[in-house]
């Protein structure tokens, strides 16, 4: 941690390109190799401007069992870009955290021209900050921008500079192994016209903020509604890509979920009712199949109603590891899994996602659409022993805060 | 006109709520029998406060034959009002249009909690200015801010409101019969917190600005992409709403649109390829049906997949109080039209909405599922004779320009 903080200081101390010098002559100069004049198709770290917070603008950090309520509390900095279609890109610059100068009219505020990722940096027990596969987020990321018809950037570039704001930010990321620091890489469109078509302009920024466990209840099972008359997403939509488009139609249903005592909903999609996904992650589900197999399954990313998440991603990459119980990737409907349950080969139900890790689900109340009535589905998740989804959080979060290591997923900044 | 503009005077001049006097004592007196300190659960016009542009704020308006590009420009004034969950609403204000100060992690920039309205105002042939129908956006922004979980308020309050800031702005209604001001009613959550649910602070604001027709082309007639592998909306899902998150998705569609010469995208929904919706209007065709009767079709309103646009009523309305044909409402597939094209039965294709009224369709670029072919089917809209897209259109401008009247569907500000 030392050499690093050293390399920031140094950073900062060396830094030319202070906020006060930015202009559009600046940047508009060669470099990198593009010639003068060109649209700059990404931003970079090495041109990374840092204007610090000054005393009166850092918060006070929160006391160590502070309970953290997901995404109420931000770090003092944030990291920004701005692009334009002439332009390009301009230098990103990290900022005291500051409210956004929006346009009324701006794209983003009317249909949704906006684009998320959630990633954590974790303090290891080495006291070292790393952060989790943020590959996999920055090549997710890459993607829907794309399908939101926003601009493309480069990966490694907004890495190294998401670790340089992590770093200033370093008295942020709990001293705990069960917090870490949540990082929420955002992209909008601004230009202010109100036609339906591509952005024009566009701000890609990311804040910061430490985290406990996402759910109040702590690691409590959930209770889920399973009800086919709502819907995520389906073929030919944008289900596959975190846009934020795919999050306003849930809360709606989330509130008619807690009007019945449930914490989420377990999305259903088709004729068949296959699980999709439960409230904002993936689901899991582990039994012994009707050939007697113990098996792991989660929905497949081919249907393009599913969100190829990290953490599923990252369960299954474990799971194919270990190579003691089988692995798919495939649908499964509402009435395999109440057979399932009625055969009791059922073993365990959970979701996963950055926010948890692994969320243990017990219980589901299904409309049954046929017979209109609401039926209490009980999941033995919590019962199982030994525990699948225990172990995946086990192995993650050992992991994540660098008690052992695997392959590459851990990214030190 | 000038019996309004002399009260509009009035009330600037009369009006003791100058926006100085604003504050948190202000907004909780007792007042409209809501006992003090009670939500307030709209705003009130009674309480409008009015802060007019300087002169150098205001803008130059436009050339009598200017060419208005859609949603390009806008008035010197906009209307708005803050929500939050212990105070309800705010007053309402005019002010300069400014820039929004918006927190980074705000719910709309992230989870889309967004919804708005378009509508219009004309001046007559009298110099009177006139909205079309208020009543029915806001009963449709009502509804649809019920399901993006956003706060509701008074119908009736806000079409006053929006009355004062165009009345104010009634120099930017341009004076002619081909334009018109479009008004942008918009809701948007606004509270800083990166959990996905309920918002608990949102803002109403209107935006105004003189709009020509929607399409470069003119009153020309579209080529539109029609492919069943893009979907707009579904079962379960929010179509039927003007929420945000529904054209997010379709901006990169539109965009493969173009690249195949289409100028919009036919919504085809299911296996039996439903016509739902083309670009961001509702679909209508005239035919012959297979009964030999002449019919004007669009789909239904109950399968949640189709906006219940302002447009498709009035057409709706006035096709049966002419009743002089069929009006139906139903499912109509890709393979009826294709069918009714070879036996010369299709008389006319066009969308209906507020930003162009009607809009002729030419030709429908066909994704043939089966063979992966793109198939020309040519629209014989422009060719038929007596048209009546063009009816439909000289009929409602009529309306709306004041030339004749029908039932109460224009509203004298």
């Known amino acids: 941690m030392s050499s690093l903080l050293s390399s920031y200081s140094?950073?900062?101390?060396?830094?030319p390109r202070l906020l006060a010098t930015s202009s559009a002559t600046d940047r508009n100069v060669k470099h990198h190799g593009k010639p003068s004049g060109s649209p700059h198709e990404t931003f970079y770290h090495s041109d990374l401007l840092v204007e610090q917070a000054s005393p009166e603008e850092m918060k006070p950090k929160p006391a160590k069992d502070a309970i953290?309520?997901?995404?109420?509390?931000?770090s003092d900095h944030m990291l920004s870009a701005d692009w334009d279609d002439k332009n390009g890109w301009t230098m990103p610059q990290i900022t005291p955290v500051r409210n956004l100068s929006i346009h009324p009219g701006a794209k983003v505020l009317h249909y949704a021209s906006e684009l998320f990722e959630g990633m954590k940096a974790y303090r290891g027990i080495d006291n070292k900050i790393r952060m989790f596969r943020p590959d996999m987020n920055m090549a997710r990321m890459k993607r829907t921008a794309k399908r939101a018809a926003l601009p493309d950037f480069d990966a490694e570039e907004a890495i190294?500079?998401?670790?340089d704001v992590i770093r200033l930010d370093q008295e942020w990321v709990p001293r705990s192994t069960t917090s870490s620091l949540y990082i929420?890489?955002?992209?909008?469109?601004?230009?202010?016209?109100?036609?339906v078509g591509?952005?024009?302009?566009a701000k890609f920024y990311?804040?910061?903020?430490?985290?406990?466990?996402?759910?109040?209840?702590g690691f409590q099972p959930v209770s889920l509604l399973?009800?086919?008359?709502?819907?995520?997403?389906?073929?030919?939509?944008?289900?596959?890509?975190?846009?934020?488009?795919?999050?306003?139609?849930?809360?709606?249903?989330?509130?008619?979920?807690?009007?019945?005592?449930?914490?989420?909903?377990?999305?259903l999609y088709g004729n068949n009712e296959e699980i999709t996904e439960v409230g904002t992650m993936n689901i899991f589900v582990y039994w012994k199949n009707e050939q007697g197999e113990n098996e792991l399954i989660t929905p497949p990313l081919s249907s393009g109603l599913i969100l190829p998440g990290v953490t599923r991603d990252s369960l299954l990459e474990l799971a194919k590891e270990w190579n003691e119980f089988k692995v798919t990737e495939k649908a499964l409907t509402m009435p395999e899994i109440e057979k399932a349950l009625k055969e009791k080969r059922l073993f365990e139900m959970f979701g996963a996602g950055t926010a948890c890790v692994v969320s243990p689900v017990g219980k589901i109340l299904y409309h049954n659409k046929a017979t209109d009535v609401y039926e209490e589905w009980k999941i033995p998740t919590m019962k199982n022993n030994p525990n699948l989804m225990q172990r995946f959080y086990e192995t993650i979060i050992d992991i994540q805060y660098g008690r052992t290591t695997f392959r590459d997923w851990m990214r030190e900044i």
Not at 68 to 74: A, E, I, N, S, V
Not at 160 to 163: G, I, T, V
Request: positive net charge; hydrophobic residues 35%; charged residues 15%.
């Open 184 to 195: 929420r890489p955002t992209l909008i469109g601004t230009d202010p016209t109100l036609g």
């Open 10 to 15: 140094r950073l900062l101390v060396s830094s």
């Open 198 to 201: 591509d952005a024009h302009a």
């Open 226 to 267: 399973a009800d086919s008359r709502y819907c995520r997403a389906f073929p030919g939509g944008v289900g596959s890509f975190k846009m934020g488009c795919n999050y306003a139609p849930t809360i709606w249903v989330g509130k008619e979920a807690v009007k019945r005592d449930c914490q989420q909903v377990l999305w």
């Open 206 to 217: 990311v804040l910061t903020g430490p985290v406990g466990q996402y759910y109040a209840t």
């Open 160 to 163: 190294r500079c998401m670790a």
């Open 68 to 74: 953290l309520k997901f995404g109420h509390l931000y």
